[in-house]
């Protein structure tokens, strides 16, 4: 009784502790930037879940999460990782300067004053030259679309299964599976078009949009970004479609709100968003109805991620030697061990019969999860302070960037980028392609566009 009282008063009190935090490395979670959404990311993820868990409230997960003694690990390790990120924030400030959005926007005036306008100060030919950079790169994602699906076979599309439209053998998860981790080829070449280069393309197009509405634009929009919801929701993944709604939103909270997140206008999103991820729950989840669905979804949102990192724990606790770096990258076994994909491997070991079925799943966790595996607690200790220090300086980085649609695209796709580490490992940020390639990208548009794409002026 008396541990349980003190566990729910560190688990209130700390958030506050954050909060001081947070401010004092000039961070708000109001605010759009890297650092914050990634706090953000981690207390929903992996923080406001733990009470359900630890009193088995929620009846489906407290079948596998039973040790309480676990559950007490993963808060502890979560909250000193969030310590030791905001740590980092805060020298990182010292180091870096502030992340106030619009100081770098314009260090001057404040160029969000409805006495200024957004203006093109150069020729009509640069704009039609953005566009058909941006043509450029969607037509490139949509052709290799069009490969990866000739791949998967239509027949076997995860959507198209679950809605019993095609005549494949294939289950809803074995097809998921397929397009995925069990993927025949170099799946990360196919996501890098598919999903990040043809994001990054729709975040720029929208941002060019909001800031002046050519009809070119929303020609080239449209299309976009029903090819972008195609992508999203084909292998029947939950998280993806609400990571592009938030991402939009994003890009109009930078341009038309001084980058701060209005309550006020958040809201209408989130009642698309449920509804979106109620109707996946109940015609690909086998869910009931839209009470099922919802309590599928709150479970899958706050508890999904901590269960995930308690296995990791039982795992290397109990039934595995630390990894001592194994699961790092290897490309082309240029290191003297061998890769282990720890995803895949503690998934295979907390649900075998999923592999009987010939299904490959796969089970991310916090990136302090993976840290654990390698190094134990001296992994959990060390990392997380340099983390939030890389995050805030990658941060301080892009907003010295020109303001202009380009940069705005740029920004948001790392916040989604680096959010995941709520969810995932960090070793796969050590030889990162997919971040390399889009700021490759972002350089190519710049230089073919022209200097200062877009430029403020007094109206």
Same mark, same amino acid.
């Given at each position: 009784?008396?541990?349980?009282?003190?566990?729910?008063?560190?688990?209130?009190?700390?958030?506050?502790?954050?909060?001081?935090?947070?401010? *004092?490395?000039?961070?708000?979670?109001?605010?759009? *930037?890297?650092?914050?959404?990634?706090?953000?990311?981690?207390?929903?993820?992996?923080?406001?879940?733990?009470?359900?868990?630890?009193?088995?409230?929620?009846?489906?997960?407290?079948?596998?999460?039973?040790?309480?003694?676990?559950?007490?690990?993963?808060?502890?390790?979560?909250?000193?990782?969030?310590?030791?990120?905001?740590?980092?924030?805060?020298?990182?400030?010292?180091?870096?300067?502030?992340?106030?959005?619009?100081?770098?926007?314009?260090?001057?005036?404040?160029?969000?004053?409805?006495?200024?306008?957004?203006?093109?100060?150069?020729?009509?030919?640069?704009?039609?030259?953005?566009?058909?950079?941006?043509?450029?790169?969607?037509?490139?994602?949509?052709?290799?679309?069009?490969?990866?699906? *000739?791949?998967?076979?239509?027949?076997?599309?995860?959507?198209?299964?679950a809605l019993n439209t095609t005549s494949g053998e294939l289950s809803t998860g074995e097809a998921r599976s397929a397009m995925g981790t069990s993927f025949d080829g170099s799946y990360h070449w196919y996501k890098l078009f598919t999903h990040d280069v043809l994001i990054f393309s729709l975040l720029v197009l929208t941002g060019l949009y909001l800031i002046q509405k050519r009809i070119i634009t929303f020609v080239l929009l449209v299309p976009t970004f029903i090819i972008a919801t195609l992508v999203m929701v084909m292998a029947t993944e939950k998280t993806q479609m609400a990571e592009l709604v938030i991402s939009l939103f994003l890009v109009y909270a930078l341009i038309k709100n001084e980058g701060k997140i209005s309550i006020k206008k958040f809201l209408p999103v989130v009642i698309v968003l449920v509804s979106i991820l109620s109707l996946f729950y109940i015609y690909f989840m086998d869910s009931e109805n839209l009470e099922s669905a919802i309590f599928s979804l709150s479970s899958r949102l706050f508890t999904g991620q901590i269960q995930s990192a308690y296995h990791y724990l039982d795992y290397f606790q109990n039934n595995h030697d630390y990894l001592l770096g194994r699961s790092f990258p290897n490309p082309g076994g240029i290191f003297p061990f061998e890769h282990t994909e720890i995803t895949t491997e503690v998934m295979a070991w907390q649900f075998p019969n999923e592999i009987a079925l010939g299904i490959v799943g796969s089970m991310p966790t916090i990136f302090w999860g993976d840290m654990y595996a390698n190094f134990g607690i001296l992994g959990v200790l060390f990392v997380p302070f340099f983390v939030g220090y890389l995050i805030y300086f990658i941060n301080s980085i892009v907003l010295r960037q020109a303001f202009n649609p380009l940069s705005v695209g740029l920004f948001v796709w790392l916040i989604l980028h680096f959010k995941v580490i709520a969810q995932t490992s960090i070793t796969s940020f050590f030889m990162d392609i997919y971040m390399l390639s889009i700021i490759t990208i972002f350089i190519i548009l710049s230089f073919f566009t022209g200097k200062g794409i877009m430029r403020f002026r007094y109206r």
């Open positions: 009784m008396v541990e349980d009282l003190c566990f729910l008063f560190l688990w209130f009190l700390f958030p506050f502790l954050w909060h001081l935090l947070l401010k *004092s490395a000039g961070l708000s979670i109001l605010r759009v *930037s890297i650092p914050s959404i990634v706090i953000v990311a981690i207390y929903i993820y992996q923080y406001v879940g733990l009470p359900v868990l630890y009193f088995k409230l929620d009846w489906q997960r407290a079948v596998l999460v039973t040790d309480k003694y676990l559950i007490l690990q993963v808060f502890f390790f979560t909250s000193i990782t969030m310590f030791f990120m905001l740590f980092g924030f805060i020298i990182a400030r010292g180091h870096c300067g502030s992340l106030d959005y619009r100081k770098y926007v314009n260090l001057k005036s404040n160029i969000f004053n409805t006495s200024m306008i957004w203006n093109f100060n150069y020729s009509k030919y640069s704009v039609f030259r953005l566009h058909v950079g941006l043509l450029l790169s969607i037509t490139a994602s949509f052709l290799v679309l069009i490969v990866y699906l *000739s791949k998967v076979g239509i027949q076997n599309v995860a959507l198209f299964v």
